[in-house]
């Protein structure tokens, strides 16, 4: 049996909790390695007020998912379907497949997979007077909602699951801290970075703020920048494979 070979560079992962396989199966299609950073997890909600603001979110004119999360979530507590003249939107490809592979087969879904890109949809300008069910979860994509309600609609909101904050893998730190291949920081959530930057003990916060970070957007950009990060790439969008592309693209990978 042969060796696994060694990376010839990692990616650091600031994705929930047992989320991190798709950049993982990137990383390696690239030769590269993982280094999974953990701010939280992610916990399904299942009570009767979660129930009852579904139901409401789901019975709406239009609804918007804001990530596969948000579906495996809402999922889990009721079939999926659009109903005859609804407008079911997602905030980028990846939640209009995981909708898709629910049952909602007509998903308007933005090119820029981001929140700016979600409320340019054309579905979305002329909302006065409808309800826009909002599935999603505490924190994050906090502009939707006003948006929302600024264009004169009734927001019903459904937080189908919370951000569990969870202490930092001791493993992944001590791996980080011993890394001499080159690294990259895989941006998807500001909130992740400023959580990890607050629970990293000092000396890998340095080691940190002086890689490479791929964002997944170019609020992102500006965010890491302001957080003290120099070299600072937008990717393609926020899949792994946009973000793993964006690394390679100046790295000795395969």
């Not at 019903?156 to 893998?169: I, Q, T």
């Not at 607050?198 to 992102?220: F, I, T, Y």
Request: aromatic share 2%; proline share 7%; charged share 20%.
């Amino acid at each position: 049996m042969s060796r696994r070979s060694t990376p010839s560079w990692y990616v650091i992962s600031l994705r929930p909790r047992g989320e991190h396989a798709a950049l993982r199966r990137e990383a390696a299609r690239r030769g590269g390695g993982l280094i999974a950073l953990s701010p939280w997890r992610l916990q399904l909600r299942d009570d009767d007020a979660t129930r009852a603001g579904l139901h409401d979110a789901l019975a709406a004119s239009h609804v918007v998912f804001t990530s596969p999360a948000a579906v495996r979530a809402a999922r889990a507590l009721q079939a999926l379907h659009a109903r005859p003249g609804q407008s079911v939107c997602a905030v980028g490809a990846g939640t209009a497949a995981a909708l898709q592979r629910a049952g909602v087969a007509n998903v308007h879904s933005p090119a820029r997979m981001d929140s700016e890109g979600l409320l340019a949809l054309p579905v979305l300008q002329d909302v006065r007077g409808c309800d826009v069910g909002l599935v999603t979860a505490p924190g994050g994509r906090g502009e939707i909602a006003p948006a929302l309600g600024a264009r004169g609609a009734r927001v019903l909101r459904a937080d189908v699951y919370v951000r569990e904050p969870v202490p930092l893998s001791t493993r992944a730190v001590q791996q980080l801290r011993e890394a001499d291949a080159p690294l990259v920081l895989a941006l998807s959530s500001g909130a992740a970075l400023q959580c990890v930057l607050a629970a990293l003990p000092a000396d890998p916060v340095a080691k940190v703020k002086a890689v490479r970070v791929v964002a997944a957007s170019e609020r992102l950009r500006t965010l890491a920048l302001g957080l003290g990060f120099v070299d600072v790439e937008v990717a393609a969008g926020p899949r792994p494979r946009d973000l793993v592309d964006a690394a390679a693209r100046r790295l000795p990978v395969a």
